[in-house]
């Protein structure tokens, strides 16, 4: 089993900047893909941002350019900088890890983007 600690979310004005941080557990599978997804009130969960094992990333189009995710193999953890937060970001954020042949998710961690 793999737990997930996410931290680093919380209040921010707009144009703000927030780094999401999530650390998996120690594990005797190798961690593959890592990723953060978001749910906004009233709406599905969507993708924000993901990377490989190596360093290919992938981004939905409304964070890119604002949104940087990365990873510390050694740390077993994945970051996401947000810079120039807007409103619309305003969601839940979910950490999630490819491990063995499971996905395990994070409890969530609540952004909020508001003046």
């Known amino acids: 089993q793999v737990q997930l600690v996410e931290s680093g979310g919380g209040l921010v004005q707009p144009g703000g900047s927030l780094r999401l941080s999530c650390a998996a557990s120690e594990t005797d599978f190798k961690i593959n893909y890592m990723g953060w997804y978001r749910r906004a009130p009233g709406k599905q969960r969507e993708l924000v941002a993901g990377?490989?094992?190596?360093?290919?990333?992938n981004y939905a189009d409304s964070v890119k350019g604002r949104f940087t995710i990365s990873r510390d193999n050694a740390k077993n953890t994945v970051y996401l900088q947000m810079n120039s937060l807007k409103r619309e970001d305003t969601a839940v954020y979910y950490c999630s890890v490819n491990a063995g042949l499971t996905t395990w998710w994070g409890q969530g961690t609540q952004v909020t983007v508001s003046s």
């Open positions: 990377i490989s094992s190596g360093t290919t990333t």
